[in-house]
């Protein structure tokens, strides 16, 4: 039997040949190539050329859980099922938060990895920390009660402009002073402490790498980008980028950035034995370790607004380009 399996880049539906589609009755073995023409994503209406093969197909972790993600028929993995934005297990955690800006809280609280790792459904992620998904569940039931009485933007419909302009004015500026004071800190923790805390140096040229990295990919976000995206919303024309390609290449690039980012978060939050001040620890060391806990929750929720929420729904103003042709 067929396992080839193929992802929506929009909304990471999954079209697994050897499930088929029961709710469009396409019946298992029907190769994703041989759908019809006009045949569109059932979970976000996307046209057949959004899709690509899935990767998961060659990750035997992912066997026995991706092709269930959006066919879930156990009433019992759905607590919220309001207009938009159910509450399930099988969802993934970057689509939670896209739809529900405030559980990003509850996730963080629980060292969840929505942005780089927001394809993950919530129990996959859950599973991966140890934690029992039923309680995670009622933490973000009640983050989703709390959210209905604030007035939270819905960045998943509000214009690409206020996104960007949200995403330079609430994230980029503000990381460009932190990267600038933290930089100095770190080396200061390092030359002061480096013989006792050899790990501090490690941390101290992580963090360097990571200062120079970023600032260039903020750059290219405003400089390339972004201004790009905001131009083909205006037009509905698609934009040509670098050597001639379409929006998808930059988007890529930024995606590998981002998790080149994430990785070196990664890296000094383990080196500092997650930012615990060791008992001989300065105000200076303090200082370090709680800013770097601040910057990589600070780059979860901007990293997750660009990965699953703005880049995603820039890819979807190629369509109507794709398909006229
Ligand atoms: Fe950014
Ligand atoms: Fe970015």
């Given at each position: 039997m067929s396992k080839a399996k193929t992802i929506c880049t929009v909304c990471n539906y999954i079209y697994d040949e050897a499930m088929g589609e029961p709710r469009l009755e396409i019946?298992?073995?029907?190769?994703?190539?041989d759908l019809p023409d006009e045949w569109a994503c059932p979970e976000c209406g996307s046209a057949k050329d959004m899709f690509q093969p899935c990767s998961c197909v060659s990750l035997p972790i992912y066997e026995q859980t991706c092709v269930v993600h959006h066919h879930d028929t156990n009433p019992n993995n759905t607590l919220a099922a309001?207009?938009?934005?159910?509450l399930s297990k099988s969802a993934p955690v970057g689509?939670?938060?896209?739809?529900?800006?405030?559980r990003a809280c509850v996730l963080e609280q629980y060292g969840i990895d929505y942005c780089c790792g927001g394809k993950a459904t919530l129990e996959e992620a859950c599973q991966k920390k140890g934690l029992q998904v039923e309680e995670i569940l009622e933490k973000l039931l009640?983050?989703?009660r709390k959210g209905a009485q604030s007035a939270d933007t819905d960045w998943t419909t509000a214009s690409l402009k206020d996104l960007i302009d949200h995403i330079v004015n609430t994230y980029h500026q503000p990381?460009?002073?932190?990267?600038?004071?933290?930089?100095?800190?770190?080396e200061k923790v390092?030359?002061?402490?480096?013989?006792?805390?050899?790990?501090?140096?490690?941390?101290m040229n992580i963090f360097n790498?990571?200062?120079?990295?970023?600032?260039?990919?903020?750059?290219?976000?405003?400089?390339?980008?972004?201004?790009?995206?905001?131009?083909?919303?205006?037009?509905?024309?698609?934009?040509?980028?670098?050597?001639?390609?379409?929006?998808?290449?930059?988007?890529?690039?930024?995606?590998?950035?981002?998790?080149?980012?994430?990785?070196?978060?990664?890296?000094?939050r383990r080196l500092t034995n997650d930012y615990t001040p060791p008992d001989d620890a300065c105000s200076s060391f303090k200082l370090l370790l709680s800013s770097l806990a601040q910057i990589e929750s600070e780059m979860h929720q901007h990293v997750h607004k660009e990965n699953n929420i703005l880049f995603p729904r820039a890819l979807e103003l190629r369509k109507p380009a794709l398909t006229s042709r």
């Open positions: 019946s298992p073995a029907l190769k994703f190539e309001t207009a938009e934005g159910a689509q939670l938060v896209a739809q529900r800006p405030l009640a983050a989703d990381l460009r002073q932190e990267l600038s004071r933290v930089v100095q800190l770190a390092a030359r002061v402490h480096g013989d006792n805390h050899p790990e501090m140096v490690e941390v790498r990571f200062k120079a990295q970023l600032e260039l990919h903020m750059q290219k976000e405003e400089m390339v980008l972004f201004p790009g995206i905001a131009s083909m919303e205006a037009t509905g024309t698609p934009q040509i980028f670098g050597c001639g390609g379409g929006i998808e290449h930059p988007i890529d690039v930024m995606n590998q950035e981002h998790d080149e980012a994430g990785e070196a978060l990664s890296a000094m």
